[in-house]
């Protein structure tokens, strides 16, 4: 067991795969000789060289279209986007190509690929850098859409994302990137689908991902020293294919749920969630599902705005607690 | 299209020469479009197969 940085989670996850399989290559802006820009691929161009560990122009385009190439003719690439608000930029291989190229097809060509890349805020980055843009990937049938919240999942995750055979979305938190986190020795594997209890509880479901989920376990913590309400924290871990039964065993346990989402509020994870919900476990619901998300606003570069929009763990608190005791 | 014609015979391909491709792509062309006209209609599973690698479409367990 070692204490490594979700960062550093990140280099040994490709640098197992690549090293279990020739065929697995790694390529982005920045990746190889720098190391990437937030230093989550540091070492990697040193132990597989330049062949496997490539630097890239600057075109996200050309990136993602060399990636789906080279997974069509029986590699598996993990190709890095710095930061996922960049997929408006090339959202057509996002979208249209790797997804449907299976289908379109009628399975005759295959994209086993993983797109790693930096989402979400508290890094100051503005509206443009700073984004949590996992429902953009959610929607699209094809891709399979994944974000841990911590090293070890990383790992496992990554791992389980470059040996599936449909291609991934990994979304790497830019503000976790300095957490630590116990990792097990060895390799370690996980499989996608799956979320995680990342707290038993028996009064209230709440669901969170990424960088919400320690702010989802503070809240618990502090619902439970301060005001006597027990919360069950499950960390959903990975949104397509997602883990409904984990998700519907809570709420039928507990009876009420919150979702605390970072993405803006229309259209975020949790609202297809809410409605799989009130679909299937609504007379298991003693009070209205609750979205705690942030506010349908582009994001401020400034810090006290930026804190303000994110869903907070006192956040998190004053509203299950108003919610639990209206 | 105009462009790359005018591009072959500035390369000295011959005016017969690209009325024979021509011809060859509208002939191939048209035999796979009365291909499809003539085929049967896809059956309605198709309509879920392949969107991801197990062969279906599921999204959620």
Redesign the interface.
């Known amino acids: 067991m070692a204490e490594l940085t979700y960062r550093d989670a990140v280099a040994r996850g490709i640098a197992q795969e690549m090293a279990r399989d020739p065929d697995v290559v790694f390529l982005g802006e920045d990746v190889a000789g720098a190391g990437g820009v937030f230093k989550a691929t540091v070492g990697l161009l040193e132990q597989f060289g330049n062949k496997r560990v490539r630097d890239t122009p600057i075109s996200e385009q050309a990136i993602l279209g060399a990636a789906m190439g080279a997974a069509m003719t029986g590699l598996k690439p993990i190709a890095e986007i710095m930061f996922s608000d960049f997929f408006a930029v090339c959202f057509d291989y996002i979208a249209n190509e790797i997804p449907k190229s299976r289908y379109m097809s009628n399975g005759q060509l295959k994209c086993p690929l993983v797109v790693r890349t930096g989402n979400g805020a508290g890094s100051r980055f503005g509206a443009q850098h700073s984004q949590s843009v996992e429902n953009w990937a959610m929607m699209i049938p094809g891709l399979k859409v994944v974000a841990p919240s911590n090293p070890r999942d990383v790992i496992g995750l990554l791992a389980a994302a470059v040996r599936d055979p449909d291609p991934v979305i990994f979304f790497e938190h830019k503000s976790l990137y300095a957490t630590k986190g116990e990792v097990p020795d060895g390799e370690i594997v996980d499989r996608l689908g799956t979320a995680a209890i990342a707290r038993p509880g028996k009064d209230a479901t709440i669901l969170a991902l990424a960088l919400m989920v320690p702010r989802a376990l503070a809240a618990a913590d502090k619902l439970k020293a301060e005001h006597g309400i027990d919360c069950e924290v499950v960390d959903v871990r990975s949104l397509v294919p997602l883990d409904t039964q984990t998700i519907l065993g809570s709420v039928a346990r507990t009876h009420r749920l919150f979702t605390v989402e970072e993405n803006p509020r229309l259209c975020g994870w949790g609202a297809e969630i809410v409605s799989i919900v009130a679909d299937e476990a609504f007379y298991e619901l003693d009070g209205p599902p609750v979205r705690i998300t942030t506010p349908h606003i582009p994001l401020p570069a400034a810090d006290i705005l930026e804190d303000i929009a994110l869903p907070t763990a006192d956040r998190i608190v004053e509203r299950v607690k108003r919610s639990m005791n209206s | 299209m105009k462009l790359y014609r005018e591009r072959l015979l500035q390369f000295g391909i011959g005016e017969k020469a690209i009325l024979d491709i021509e011809a060859d792509v509208k002939r191939t062309v048209d035999a796979a479009t009365e291909a499809c006209k003539a085929a049967p209609m896809p059956p309605l599973d ?1 309509l879920t ?5 197990d ?1 279906g ?5």
Do not use: Q, S
């Not at chain 2, 197969?49 to 690698?53: I, L, S, W």
């Not at chain 2, 479409?57 to 367990?61: K, T």
């Open positions: 198709i197969t392949d969107v991801y690698a062969g479409f599921a999204w959620r367990n």
